[in-house]
C-alpha cells in the first residue's frame, strides 16, 4: 500500500502536467486516488452498507492466479496466446459399456472432470442426457447432460466439463451447478493428497502417477496411461490452439 500511495502522487503529476499542457481547466483541489485513506474508507463503507443490507455474501468461485508470484490476477492483465496443440481423443464408458468419446486438448484435466455436456439439440448424445458415464483411468461416474454453449462442430460434438479449464467450463460449472474438483494447486503443481472422489483402487493408483507433476508432465502422464491400458488418447487434430488454465 505504502508502495502504491507513493506512485499515485508520481503519477497525478505527470498527468497534471499532461493537462495543463492541453490547456484543460481542472479544478486540481478535487483530486480522488483509488488507494488514499479517503478511498479506502468511502470503500469500506459502502461495504458495511452491503452488509447491513444482506446484499454481500461469501461464495466458492474460480479466480486467475499467478503460481510465479503467487497472487490473483485481474482478467485485464491477461493476454491471450495461441500455442500449438491437438485434440486428444478419450472414450468415456456407459452403464452398457458402450464407448462416449470425447474430444479435449486438456487430457490432464480428465481427474477433474464433473460431467460430460452436448447441445441439447445434438441429436446424438439427447439418449445419454441425465444419464452417466464412468471416466476412463480414474473411474469417476459422470453425468451427461445439455448446455447451449456445447458446440457439435467442435471436435467429436461432446466434451468434458472440469473445474476449471477455461471460462466456459466456469459457466458450465456455474449454470448447471455441478461439484468443483480442483486439482492444481497454488503451486501449479497436482495437489500430493488423492482426491476423495476417486475412490476406486486403480483410479487412485493412477492418480499417484500425477502427484506433484506441472501441467505439462501431467498432460504427458496422461496420455501415457491412456495408452499403456489400451485406451489411447488419440490424436484427433494438430495445431489446435490451447486454452487457458484457471
Known sequence: MELCE??????????????TRLGLSVDWR?????????????????????????????????????ITFRTAVAQAELEAKERPGAYQAIPFFAADGSEVVIETTRPELLPACVALVAHPDDERYQPLFGT???SPLFGVEVEVT???????????????ICTFGDMTDVT??????LPTRA??????????ETPEWIASAQGRLSYEQLVSKTVHSAKEAVVEMLGEA???ARRAQADHPRRPLL
Open 6 to 19: 507513493t506512485l499515485t502522487v508520481q503519477d497525478e503529476k505527470v498527468f497534471e502536467d499532461l493537462f
Open 230 to 232: 489400451r485406451l489411447p
Open 146 to 160: 445439455a448446455h447451449r454453449l456445447a458446440d457439435p462442430e467442435k471436435g467429436s460434438g461432446i466434451a468434458m
Open 183 to 192: 486439482l492444481i494447486g497454488r503451486d501449479g503443481r497436482f495437489a500430493r
Open 30 to 66: 478535487q483530486t480522488y486516488r483509488t488507494i488514499d485513506e479517503n478511498s479506502r474508507a468511502a470503500s469500506q463503507r459502502a461495504f458495511l452498507r452491503d452488509v447491513n443490507s444482506g446484499n454481500a455474501y461469501t461464495a466458492e468461485a474460480p479466480t486467475l492466479w499467478d
Open 172 to 177: 458450465w460449472w456455474r449454470e448447471l451447478q
Open 132 to 134: 452417466t458415464v464412468t
